[in-house]
């Protein structure tokens, strides 16, 4: 299991975008948050794809994400979000 945290421009990228949308939306990103959380404590090495060493991106459903994966450390830092268009 992997510990997973956030900076605070990633936190702040994830307020704003849930912030701009709408209730449904705000629904959608909830749930894929809570399923993405998940994920990452999982098997956050594995999830993704590999950018450069221990840095990956997740882009799917409603949002793509950037995080960094410490495998000695057990810890997940959540770097961007960004919203992915319709």
Same mark, same amino acid.
């Given at each position: 299991m992997f510990t997973v945290t956030w900076t605070q421009p990633a936190r702040d990228q994830l307020a704003g &975008?849930? &912030?701009a949308s709408d209730s449904a939306e705000r629904h959608r990103i909830t749930d894929y948050m809570a399923e993405v959380d998940r994920n990452l404590r999982a098997n956050a090495d594995r999830i993704g794809e590999s950018r450069e060493p221990g840095? @990956? &991106?997740l882009v799917e459903k409603v949002l793509g994400l950037e995080f960094q994966v410490s495998r #000695? #450390? @057990?810890l997940v830092t959540v770097k961007r979000v960004w919203s992915i268009e319709p």
């Amino acid at each position: 299991m992997f510990t997973v945290t956030w900076t605070q421009p990633a936190r702040d990228q994830l307020a704003g &975008i849930w &912030i701009a949308s709408d209730s449904a939306e705000r629904h959608r990103i909830t749930d894929y948050m809570a399923e993405v959380d998940r994920n990452l404590r999982a098997n956050a090495d594995r999830i993704g794809e590999s950018r450069e060493p221990g840095v @990956r &991106i997740l882009v799917e459903k409603v949002l793509g994400l950037e995080f960094q994966v410490s495998r #000695d #450390d @057990r810890l997940v830092t959540v770097k961007r979000v960004w919203s992915i268009e319709p």
